[in-house]
């Protein structure tokens, strides 16, 4: 059987083939079109999926939509008519967003693909997250946690998955927390008051709280309020992205928070301002983490289970993920490594699969290359008509060489095989570079990155080697196999791996199995076995406000324009011809100078 899942239309759309039970191929629409973000109908992801596959739409049995959107439609309504007047001026938005595209899925579906209305199917937006974080975990039995802004009314949803011996399988969720009441909304309400950009700033309000003491839990627990059997509201005279478009929180949150930061002012940490903006960073994912650590507990008190597969995209707040694991009473906790909307379109067509079609459950591989692949022999033919260095080694040769290179300071942009589906680069589409010391993370930067200095590089370590480097609790090293947790960095290296360490000691660290990305592996190794640290700093291969790359082509042309020295993809390296030398010399493997903490705070 023949299943496409698709999500679109919210942020972040994606497209995801399953055949006869199993992922073949997956990718978010922004790596096609490379619009960041691109929440379009994800004609490109389609294609390209059907074609990796060798199929026409007319192959399909099913096209699946991961939420469903006459049900948004009607939340939407119902808000803006419970809310008028206030809500007059966001009204036609709204309307004309939903008319536009969300509302009429199905007409837009068919139409595009060509394909009968009656083989599309529509699933429960937090069953497709569930089901993405269930469905490709190994796991038999477990408790479900889905957590993000909003899908049709649900924000939260707790429940348990099943995989019984006789091939069937079931998920139940249990209970739900209606818009619009919502962690996901709570937190972006802080991302736009901190003066980010929302969806896509979630990052920089926890890597901010680093820099902050949780001093207005309290303020933070007037917004949001605890019930007593374990949910929460918001307390609406705080909020208003209920109402309007313009603007997410009211002046009576300004009157308890103080003035927000304007998004062009820079933050100063040394000033009242920036420590005001960093302690409430620290407040809210304080009080965000123990919200769902104590949901978490809950759920395990319940179940009894002793694995939890968490979805949503709060799920990929690393810091709270390694509060649940230590503190929920839970032994495992698998996030997927798409948690947010864009794996819906693979939690919809498994969804759809085990559930809808009641087709026998088939292990999903447990990794997250899922996209198109980087061609090295093309990368050879572009860079060689570009007149620059190519050199083409069989593997061992080749690791040996990009290893040396990292030791000598040179940042690696490096393609391995299908890009990874997913916000996070995983070892596919890396941006490699040595951990060790502060002056690689500025030059990374100041020269390709240009993110804030209070954002932190993660590392990517063998997973032979994590518990020598980094404090991790028993199931650690699985919450880090898709960098899904934030750990200690163990004290005694911290200042040996000053680029890849927080302010607070602590990074959120990829471990790496050889099985996932022998490559990758076979590199860090190879690595350590010259420098005594198999640890990499691992950032995506992009540059600002672009998508990650894909295929070799764009790989290309941002090493061309970047400060990236070096390319690899399959069996090729292109080197600059006019390389930025002076600083990779500068910034030499071993030159460590202190820890991060004292030359970024
Ligand atoms: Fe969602």
């Given at each position: 059987m023949k299943i496409l899942g698709i999500s679109a239309h919210y942020h972040d759309s994606a497209a995801a083939l399953v055949i006869d039970g199993v992922p073949v191929c997956a990718v978010q629409e922004e790596r096609m079109s490379r619009r960041k973000n691109d929440a379009s109908f994800p004609i490109g992801a389609v294609e390209w999926c059907l074609h990796s596959a060798g199929l026409e739409p007319a192959d399909l049995d099913a096209i699946v939509f991961y939420e469903r959107s006459m049900l948004k439609f009607e939340r939407i309504l119902t808000c803006a008519l419970r809310a008028f007047p206030r809500s007059w001026r966001s009204f036609p938005h709204a309307i004309k967003n939903t008319l536009g595209d969300k509302a009429w899925v199905r007409g837009i579906i068919s139409s595009e693909l060509g394909v009968p209305r009656d083989k599309i199917l529509f699933t429960d937006h937090h069953a497709s997250h569930a089901a993405a974080a269930f469905l490709t975990a190994p796991a038999q039995r477990a408790a479900i946690l889905t957590a993000d802004g909003v899908g049709e009314w649900a924000t939260l949803t707790v429940g348990q998955g099943e995989r019984r011996t006789d091939g069937t399988t079931d998920i139940t969720l249990r209970r739900e927390v209606r818009f619009p009441h919502s962690l996901g909304l709570l937190y972006s309400t802080f991302t736009a008051y901190l003066g980010f950009k929302v969806n896509e700033g979630e990052y920089k309000v926890m890597g901010l709280a680093a820099y902050g003491r949780p001093t207005m839990t309290e303020q933070i627990l007037k917004v949001i309020r605890r019930l007593p059997d374990g949910a929460f509201v918001l307390v609406p005279e705080y909020f208003e992205f209920q109402t309007t478009a313009d603007r997410s929180y009211s002046s009576k949150f300004v009157d308890l928070f103080g003035p927000p930061r304007h998004p062009?002012?820079?933050?100063?940490?040394?000033?009242a301002d920036g420590q005001r903006f960093a302690d409430c960073a620290a407040s809210v994912q304080r009080v965000l983490e123990d919200i769902l650590v104590d949901i978490a507990a809950r759920l395990r008190r319940e179940t009894g289970l002793s694995d939890l597969c968490f979805g949503g995209g709060v799920a990929l707040n690393g810091v709270a993920n390694a509060r649940i694991l230590a503190e929920s009473g839970f032994d495992r906790v698998f996030v997927p490594p798409a948690p947010g909307d864009a794996g819906c379109a693979m939690g919809a067509a498994l969804y759809a699969d085990r559930i809808y079609f009641r087709n026998a459950d088939r292990e999903v591989p447990d990794h997250p290359f899922w996209g198109p692949p980087a061609d090295g022999a093309r990368l050879a033919q572009t860079a060689r008509e570009d007149n620059q260095d190519v050199v083409e080694l069989g593997d061992d040769l080749l690791i040996a060489r990009v290893a040396g290179e990292l030791a000598a300071g040179r940042i690696v942009g490096w393609m391995d095989g299908a890009c990874e589906f997913g916000p996070r680069a995983l070892g596919h589409r890396s941006l490699l570079a040595a951990p060790h010391d502060t002056a690689m993370r500025d030059r990374l930067n100041r020269d390709i990155k240009r993110r804030e200095e209070f954002r932190p590089f993660a590392p990517v370590v063998t997973a032979e080697d994590a518990d020598r480097f980094f404090e991790l609790p028993a199931a650690g090293a699985r919450l880090a196999r898709y960098m899904s947790g934030v750990f200690p960095v163990r004290r005694e290296w911290r200042s040996r791996l000053a680029a890849v360490t927080h302010v607070d000691g602590t990074a959120r660290v990829q471990v790496l199995d050889r099985s996932m990305a022998p490559r990758l592996h076979a590199l860090l190794a190879a690595y350590g076995r010259g420098t005594g640290i198999p640890v990499l700093l691992n950032t995506s291969f992009n540059v600002a406000g672009e998508p990650i790359v894909t295929e070799a082509i764009e790989g290309y042309t941002t090493f061309r324009r970047c400060g990236i020295d070096l390319l690899v993809t399959g069996s090729t390296i292109v080197s600059k011809r006019a390389t930025t030398t002076s600083s990779s010399k500068e910034s030499g493997a071993w030159s460590s100078n202190g820890a991060a903490a004292s030359s970024v705070a």
């Open positions: 062009y002012d820079p933050i100063d940490l040394e000033s």
